[in-house]
């Protein structure tokens, strides 16, 4: 019997082509975890069924948060895959984040193949961080990036089809149903937890600062880390990965952080070659946008990044020829390819642009001479000075064109390489008194 205060979590799928799986899920979260379930059903053909709490038509009666669909929408039968996807999503995605704000659910879990788990994700995107999410997908194996975005969302791979109950998938299903189980009470016990504390009394520092990092500026941030501890402020390190990128970007635009160190602006480079890190056309531009100090370097524009090295374009990988490019492979999975003078100038350009919309008093951008990133210093893989001067000269001088009447944003050029502690304290400091940052006693 399940009690009536126990986590609620919610089952999302297609009920068209996956009741008897959805169902399955959720008898065990309700007989054997004993909590509380809603279905949702995000098919494209209504199904009919006593366990279906939230229903497709309920679903499409809702305004979209996508305003280019009508409301109401056509006929859904007559839709493509991809706009079935977003009136779908864009109207459960917010119905259910009304849920999570009010917590009358405390987790949910998703079964999908391609159209499923892209269904779900839209839905997850827009529920809250630290919110439970758990995808079982049959694409869980490739590239999972367009499902995971930047949202906190827990992948399993369903390993067959999710097409008929068997000996290898219902235990995938009893694992995932447990493993949201947990989530969904961890989260409620969270809940309870600050509503005893009482929330507004909850300490948390005056001020959250983003820096981002890759391997090659891990040393930099580490000891940016070290200095920040000297002060009320709370550190958060984003992995500049593509995902990491959007994922701060989003948090900044909503207005968690007071304050950004960009040290790795390496997401650019690979939004401009073809990499595999890509952070969108959008990254660095929140913070400006938001009018939040901001301290941005160029950590790591030396680099694009493949997977393994049969991953890169063979246009670059010629022996000999225009084509050729410098290509080092980090491991068996990680092939990073240098930046060409030409690269470098566009992407001095491109943060130039990105920055034009930022308050100078609140944007500074600090360029590392002896090397942007631990690849890129004397005697390194990757050291090309003549790369880096165009990077360096592009963007000032672009800087310079983009002023437009106002407060030009401040460059500050050092000898140092990035990672020189030097260079990081100077960096920081900057930072610190932009965002009028207050020592913690006996700190510093």
Known sequence: MTDSAAPCVVVLGTCDTKLDELLYVHKLLTETHHLRVK?????????????????????????????????????????????????LSSRAGPILASLAATHDIHGIIALGGSGGSAL???????????????????????????????????????????AGLNDILCPILENAAAAVAGMARAHQARIYAEAKAGKQEKTRPTRRIAITMFGVTTPAVTHAREVLAKYDCAPYVFH????????????????????VLDLTTTELADELVGGVLSAGPQRLEAAARKGVPQVVSVGALDMVNFGPRDSVPEKWTRSEGEGKRKL??????????????????????????????????????????GGVS??????????????????????????????????QVKVVEREEDINNRAFVEALVGSLVRMMHLKPIEGGV
Request: a negative charge.
């Open 39 to 87: 279905l949702v059903d995000i098919g494209r053909t209504a199904a009919t069924h006593p366990a279906i709490a939230i229903t497709q038509a309920s679903i499409l009666a809702m305004g979209p948060s996508d305003p280019s669909f009508p409301h109401p929408i056509p006929d859904v039968r007559a839709l493509s895959r991809n706009d079935l996807i977003t009136a």
């Open 328 to 369: 080092y492979e980090h491991n068996p999975s990680v092939t990073l390819m240098r930046t060409t003078r030409e690269e470098c100038a566009q992407l001095g350009r491109t943060i130039a642009e990105k920055l034009r919309a930022a308050n100078g008093a609140k944007a500074e951008v600090w360029l590392p001479r």
């Open 374 to 407: 631990a690849m890129d210093v004397k005697g390194g893989p990757f050291e090309d000075r003549e790369a880096d001067e165009e990077l360096f000269r592009a963007l000032k001088h672009r800087l310079a064109e983009c002023r437009g009447g106002k407060e």
């Open 120 to 162: 779900a994700a839209g839905v997850f995107a827009v529920l809250p961080l630290g919110f439970p999410k758990l995808l079982v997908s049959t694409m869980a194996a490739g590239d999972v990036g367009p499902f995971v975005r930047e949202a906190d969302v827990a992948v399993m791979y369903s390993v067959v089809d999710i």
């Open 240 to 259: 500049a990965t593509g995902t990491g990128g959007r994922a701060m970007e989003r948090l900044v635009s909503e207005g968690f952080f007071d304050g």
